[in-house]
């Protein structure tokens, strides 16, 4: 079993919509991350989370540390958050991280 | 500042000839990795790098080599391409006791 594991590993939605990418671990954190990887291949960082929530213009991340599962919401979306969302946690100073879930969002 | 940069951007090789993936950052960051990244898996730990003349072994590190002889490069050698490494290559650096890191925009690596 994967000791990161994100749901679902694709999503494709109507623009505008709400949308929710999940994030389950199993090993203790000092962090959890949330990037994103656009088609050309860049990864860029969203988050970084050890407890509670984050927000930034349309996204928020979540994170339940006693569940150990975080999730990442798209407010409003648009056709430019067509992406691959990663999930990563840092049991120490390196990452362990999660498939990506690809998202499509449609105009 | 250029941030994180890698050369090339893609690569074919033929089975068993060698090359080396550059990685460069100007945010004088001790940690430096390399990553690869395959289709339907997470990102992979190839090596890292705690600091100059310091590396150590990720998760994959067979069929690779690094060395750090400066904080700014931190290059990537495949001395016997296999197809078992066609992948995409990430380099990414942060600051110790930082958690975010910064990458590079990859090398795709097609190995014939």
């Known amino acids: 079993k994967n000791e990161v594991e994100q749901s679902p590993q694709n999503l494709t939605a109507q623009e505008g919509e709400f949308i929710t990418i999940n994030c389950s671990y199993s090993?203790?954190?000092?962090?959890l991350h949330w990037l994103q990887q656009h088609p050309g291949g860049g990864i860029v960082s969203l988050f970084m989370?050890?407890?509670?929530?984050k927000k930034h213009g349309r996204l928020i991340a979540t994170i339940n540390i006693q569940e150990k599962h975080s999730s990442l919401h798209i407010t409003a979306s648009h056709p430019r958050d067509s992406a691959v969302y990663i999930c990563a946690v840092s049991p120490n100073y390196q990452l362990i991280w999660g498939a990506g879930t690809k998202l499509i969002i449609k105009p | 500042n250029a941030g994180v940069t890698q050369t090339p951007k893609f690569q074919v090789l033929k089975t068993g000839q060698s090359m080396t993936l550059q990685c460069a950052q100007d945010m004088n960051h001790e940690y430096m990795s390399w990553y690869r990244q395959d289709p339907g898996m997470g990102l992979r730990l190839i090596h890292y790098s705690v600091g100059a003349g310091i590396t150590d072994q990720g998760e994959v590190p067979n069929g690779y080599n690094v060395s750090r002889s400066t904080t700014e490069d931190f290059p990537l050698r495949l001395l016997s391409a296999a197809p078992s490494q066609t992948s995409v290559y990430f380099c990414a650096s942060k600051r110790t006791g930082g958690n975010e890191q910064f990458f590079g925009p990859g090398t795709r690596l097609t190995v014939l």
């Open positions: 989370l050890s407890s509670g929530k």
């Open positions: 090993v203790g954190i000092s962090a």
